[in-house]
């Protein structure tokens, strides 16, 4: 049984911590509104929960009766829900503390956080970098050790990514592993809460509490909450493939060092690599930039400034209301996704864009599939193809910042359960690896990668 | 692929979404270098592929009965303007005082 | 058809079902309570909200689209139908599109033009409702509430086939029959658990394409869905026939002027934008789950008709009336089975006594059909008169109770007693030997005057028919 004190011990030191690291602008929740609420909070909860008192980190697009939910955005500025998403409040059950809203992207489209409406998050070892996107605020905390874990969500990458420039690590589960009510949707066929930790262990605990099906959510399956494996002796037994499209010729060469390092790591261990072909990867940016962006224009359809949110002039009649309210509330780059979105879904353009992405889809799901079913466990690959880039390198042309999720979108696509851990530094910079998993066998790929996270130097220059 | 300023209006009233005449030109230049990329697409599919979707494959139901979903607060704390219960919005003027009920 | 030209008509009803909590989320779905009181995040449409869907709300319309004799499609989808519009919280509306629950049902009415004719239905498809627009209730302001927001619906659509106004009136009278009989659905317009919407358009005597449609809404009532189609038709063929053409747009029936006006244009046309709605995956019904839909399926209107024909011996038209509705219905076949009242004299007091009483009454079938049945017993048996017996029912239905004792209390037993009745009978002839005599020499038709003088001197009691035949038997030498 815990100490009963050491939730409100937790409560004041977080707060510490995310007060002492405001310049990281990672979290939006002003410091006496958090440290207020952390403190109630540890006076309520359950000792015998299996995260009692652990302050997690929650990015500002899923819900909490905590704080408000803005989800990085104009738009939503001061929006409190009147109701919590089904993670935070397993979270809450399991006697965890909600340690403030975390940056991000506005509504999650972006892989750096320097979209978000309250500044841009800032990387803990490079002020003059970002710490990835679109859940970039809460990698950066836990990067910076304010929190030991924290929940992101992601729809291309924007847990994965993060944790790749962060050094940490992120876990994005199975389609369907975690319920998404309450997770604000952005491209509700490719969303999941995902979990980044200091170790795979704190991020799996995480993510097995919040795991489980939810009748609120029918796109969650059926499933028992995730079991968590024992740390293997080795890999033996596993097969692990590793993707030719994933290691272009001109792939970064520290990234190369860093994932041979890794991949002899894992043969030392046991395990068979294999190279194996993904074929259709190439198509998988431009298949999820009009996946995500069609669903998204419908799902940001209802911010209008009619019934919550705040409004932007257009007193004279509703469609004004409308129209001001979207188009200064929103920021350049939710426009544009939405604008493109609607084009794609628009009358004469559904079957030669949608539809055709949709197909694509199965297709690329079909890839590993193939893969999988030739005996192969798990996949290796870079997480990102550089390390954390600058701030404003990428900013003003969309398709460069889009190309940075080129490892990383395939499994939100596919619906796969994927994970990054830190596997090196190149010049300081952290760089991931990545371990993509068969459906619904996250176990496997977390068992790999605890064995792989024991011996990989994570901090070490390749 | 390029998409035209009265293409990019003309999405932009469906999307509800006011973009300023100065920024038309951009928006179009940068919405026809995304359609481009993505447009690589064609001709790579077969017809016959299937979609895809992740998750289960079938609807599962919710029993028939009064359960709602809590509210923490009700409308009248959130809504921007409220009165005798009901939302309120500017009057729906230009685009039809149509199938709205009339006391 | 009037002036060489010819009318096209299909019909869009939307139809909500008979649920107690909403589509896709667990708020009631019941009419009528204060604004905005049956909301949740879901049907409010705030942030991070999914939807559910509601298993009743599938049988039902399963149900219904087999009573309309429609294909039902074992794998349907949920799409969204994307526009903005401030009863719609989502910005979207969750309906069918590509793959809807249902196609090719039809409707066999009785057209007031062309006889029995089949309507096809082309789809019968499942969605949700949107909230209400108040814009008159406080000025320059649209006030909206949404409690009806996500309450079930199906919505059924026919082809272009009705011909008139009429037609489609008399089509959507039968609809209306089937879908009470059903139980899916109140189908009340005035409630507006029934909805309709028409697509209208006229072309010249012998042309095969259709002209230009437009869609005609805010058809609020029966009775207006004759007079805004006609209001319509005639406004196409006075702007065809002065060279104008016809714009495909919206027109709003006012019923206050019985006219119809152009709603007014909206910049942007109608591209609803339908995908799939990634949060619901497909819907897949078993072939066991239709084939229960059916079995929960009651006798339908037409099957209801034929059968009490046959095994009644009743006309068409009286089964037609007796049939319109299904409480009646059940309500004759109730009084048949008690026992003592044939099919002929029941279906002749529901008909009469009875409908005529609920007309008066809210609606309400006051006689129970065991009492009914009783009370046609007792005229059968002689006992009481056919007028006595009227006079029971109106008592029976305003208080209830025995009809026996009734009849009792008010002194309305016939006597059947043939002593008694030859009594009165000697004394009636006795009175009237002139009569007497005038009969026996051929004047027959004074029998009457004669059984209407023993029903004078027994106040109403003596048995009509053994009056009538003891008198003759008198009266014969």
Known sequence: MSDPNEALV??????????????????????????????QQAAMAHPSGVLYGMPVGVKDNICTLEFTTTCGSRILEGYRSPYEATAVARLKTAGALIAGKSNCDEFAMGSSTEHSAYGRAVHPLDKAR?????????????????????????????????????????????????????????GSSLDQIGVFGRSVHDAARVLSVISGRDARDTTCEDRDPLRLPTVPESLQGFVIGVPREYFPTDLDPGVRRACDQAIRMMRDLGAAIREVSLPHTAYAVPTYYIIAP??????????????????????????????????????????????????????GYYDAYYRKAQQMRSLIAQDFRNVFDRGVDLLFTPTTPTPAFKAGEKITDPVAM????????????????????????????????????????????????YALERVVPAAGEV | MSVSREEVLKIAQLAELHVEEDRLPELA??????????????????????????????????????????????????????????????????????????? | MANGWETVIGLETHVQLRTVSKMFCGCSAAFGAPPNTNVCPVCLGLPGALPVANEMAVKLAVRAALALGC?????????????????????????????????????????????????????????????????????????????????????????????????????????????????????????????VDANVSVRRAGETALGTKTEVKNINSFAYVEKALTVERDRQVALRESGGSVVQQTMLYDSKTNSVRAQRLKEESHDYRYFPDPDLPPLVLSPEFIAEQQT???????????????????????????????????????VVRAGGADAKSAANWVMGEVLGDAKD???????????????????????????????????????????????????????????????????????????????QKGETKLLQFFVGQVMKASRGKADPKLTQRLLEEKLTP
């Open chain 3, 71 to 195: 294909t039902v499609h074992a794998h349907s989808v949920f799409a969204r139908k994307n526009y903005f519009y401030p009863d719609l919280p989502k910005g979207y509306q969750i309906s069918q599109f590509e793959q809807p629950l249902s196609t090719d049902g039809s409707v066999t009415y009785l057209s007031p033009d062309r006889g029995l004719l089949t309507a096809t239905i082309a789809r019968l498809h499942l969605e949700e409702d949107a909230g209400k627009s108040l814009h008159d209730r406080f000025p320059r302001r649209t006030a909206v509430d949404l409690n009806r927001c996500g309450v079930p619906l199906i919505e059924i659509v026919t082809g272009p086939d009705f011909r008139s106004p009429q037609e489609a009136r008399a089509y959507l009278l039968t609809l209306k029959q089937v879908l009470e009989y059903s139980g899916i659905s109140d189908v009340d317009m005035e409630k507006g658990s029934l909805r």
């Open chain 3, 361 to 439: 009454n809210g609606e309400q079938l006051r006689v129970t059909p065991v009492g009914l049945a009783q009370l046609i017993g007792l005229v059968k048996g002689g006992t009481l008169s056919h007028q006595a017996a009227k006079r029971v029912f109106t008592d029976l239905a305003a208080h209830g109770g025995d009809p026996r004792a009734i009849a009792e209390s008010l002194g309305l037993i016939q006597v059947a007693d043939t002593g008694v009745l030859a009594g009165w009978v000697s004394d009636v002839l006795g009175a009237h030997a002139n009569e007497v005599s005038r009969y």
């Open chain 1, 294 to 347: 069609a669903e998204a224009s419908s799902n940001l359809a209802r911010y209008d400034g009619a019934r919550y949110g705040p409004r932007f002039n257009g007193s004279t009649d509703v469609r004004a209301l409308y129209r001001e309210t979207r188009g200064q509330g929103f920021g350049a780059e939710v426009r544009r996704r939405i604008l493109v979105g609607t084009y794609v879904l628009s009358s």
């Open chain 1, 402 to 449: 889009y190309l940075s999720d080129i490892f990383t979108v395939t499994a939100n696509l596919a619906g796969l359960p994927a994970l990054s851990l830190p596997i090196g530094r190149i010049k300081g910079l952290p760089v991931g690896g990545q371990l993509i998993g068969q459906a619904f066998l996250e176990d496997e790929m977390l068992e790999a990668a």
């Open chain 1, 10 to 39: 937790n409560a004041k030191a977080v707060a510490e911590r995310i007060t002492k690291t405001r310049r990281l602008n990672a979290c939006l929740t002003p410091p006496k509104e958090l440290r207020a609420s952390l403190v």
């Open chain 2, 29 to 103: 230049e940068q919405m026809s270098r995304i359609l481009d990329y993505v447009a690589q697409l064609a001709g790579q599919t077969s017809e016959t592929a299937k979609p895809f979707i992740p998750g289960p494959d079938a609807l599962r139901f919710r029993v028939d009965e009064v359960k709602p979903s809590p509210l923490a607060f009700g409308p009248d704390t959130f809504a921007p303007e409220f009165r005798d219960g009901l939302f309120l919005v500017p009057k729906l003027g230009q685009f039809g005082d149509d199938t709205g009920e009339s006391e």
């Open chain 3, 296 to 334: 929960a399926l009651p006798e339908l209107p037409a099957r209801k008709r034929e059968r009490f024909v046959a095994e009644y011996g009743l006309s068409l038209a009286d089964a037609a009336v007796l049939t319109a509705e299904r409480p009646v219905a059940d309500y004759f076949e109730g």
């Open chain 1, 130 to 186: 970002v710490p990835g996107g679109s859940s970039g605020g809460s990698a950066a905390l836990v990067a910076a050790g304010v929190v030991p874990a924290a929940l992101g969500s992601e729809t291309g990458g924007s847990v994965r990514q993060p944790a790749s420039f962060c050094g940490i690590v992120g876990i994005k589960p199975t389609y369907g592993r975690v319920s998404r009510y309450g997770l604000v949707a952005f």
